[in-house]
């Protein structure tokens, strides 16, 4: 028993070398596609449910490995950790504001661009003079740059992440909270945090579809309609997010939600396709 559990020990001693030193692989890599500028941004459009017209679009990142495309969750949690968030934010902030300026000029000035931010860029970091920066060079309207975070920006230390997104939105940005009702903290912080809109998670909506009857399909649509009237009540916009059936978007529209995110409209699309199937077709005022 003695001899094998040595064994043991040095297969996880081997185990955790071979993780170490992928994981340390992984991240110079992506270090080397942020400053190649192998990234790419993909854009999903957000329509509202009353006439199916374009709203915005959330941009979303992928890393473009050689061949293949590396999805976001496959790397934002490494780029969280290592710090490599900040430059990697900063590439997205001003692609993705430059992206909304050749737009607005060409197609659709009333069209917004929405952000995602980690709580990681705003410590020790001025997310807000990027986003600002960007907005200055790029010569858009604050107003059409929304800046999605989660509720777990505001466990950011002293509050900084609180002043700075108050600061962006007295500059006239927009700001969305995301993935809404699946934190760890009480509805209080709604008090603290200012927001234009909310974005009921893409799990919550996933459930509205569940065998009729079932709890699962009763207890989301006492969540979801419940979250519409809380974000209505309080002035916010009201987003879903992952919508992909006929029925989740006609039970949604019913319940009064007014923004549509999802496969039901469209996957997140390269630039190109974007414009060239969406906001050409469906733009709105
Ligand atoms: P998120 O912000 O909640 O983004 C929505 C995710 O849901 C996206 O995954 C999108 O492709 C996916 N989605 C959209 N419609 C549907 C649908 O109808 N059904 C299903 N099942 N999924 C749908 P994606 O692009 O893989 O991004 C994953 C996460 O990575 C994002 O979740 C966000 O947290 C993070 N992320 C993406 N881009 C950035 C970025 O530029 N900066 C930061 N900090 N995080 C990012
Ligand atoms: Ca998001
Ligand atoms: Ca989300
Ligand atoms: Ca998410």
């Known amino acids: 028993a003695k001899a094998s559990g040595g064994n043991e020990v040095r297969f996880f001693e081997g185990e955790m070398q071979a993780r170490v030193s992928a994981r340390a692989s992984m991240e110079s890599r992506l270090r080397i596609a942020i400053e190649n ?3 790419v941004l993909h854009y999903q459009p957000q329509c509202r449910f009353a006439d199916g017209k374009l709203v915005g679009a959330e941009a979303l990142v992928r890393w473009q490995d050689g061949a293949h495309m590396i999805r976001p969750d496959q790397f934002i949690g490494l780029a969280e950790e290592t710090g490599l968030i900040v430059p990697l934010g900063r590439w997205v902030i001003d692609s993705a504001v430059e992206q ?8 659709v000035d009333t069209l917004r661009v929405s952000i995602n931010l980690s709580p990681r860029q705003f410590l ?3 997310v807000e003079m990027d986003v600002l920066a960007a907005i200055a060079r790029h010569g858009v309207l604050a107003s059409r740059v929304e800046l999605e975070v989660t509720e777990s920006v505001l466990f950011n230390p002293e509050g900084a992440a609180l002043r700075m997104l108050n600061n962006l939105r007295e500059a006239g940005c927009r700001v969305a909270l995301d993935d809404f009702g699946t934190g760890y903290s009480s509805l209080s912080y709604l008090q603290s ?3 234009d809109c909310l974005k009921i998670d ?16 009763r207890g989301s649509t006492a969540i979801v309609s419940a979250m519409i009237v809380l974000g209505r009540r309080l002035g916010y916009e009201v987003v879903a997010e992952g919508v992909e059936t006929v029925e989740q978007f006609n039970w949604l529209k019913a319940t009064g939600c007014e923004l549509c995110q999802g496969y039901f409209f469209s996957r997140p ?3 190109a396709e974007f414009e060239s199937g969406f906001l050409t077709l469906r733009a709105g005022s």
């Open 37 to 39: 500028g192998d990234l």
């Open 100 to 107: 909304l300026a050749r737009w607005q000029s060409s197609c």
């Open 124 to 126: 020790r970091h001025s």
């Open 193 to 195: 945090l200012d927001l």
């Open 202 to 217: 893409k799990s919550f909506v996933a459930n509205l579809a569940g065998p009729a009857g079932s709890h699962g399909a």
């Open 269 to 271: 699309l390269p630039a």
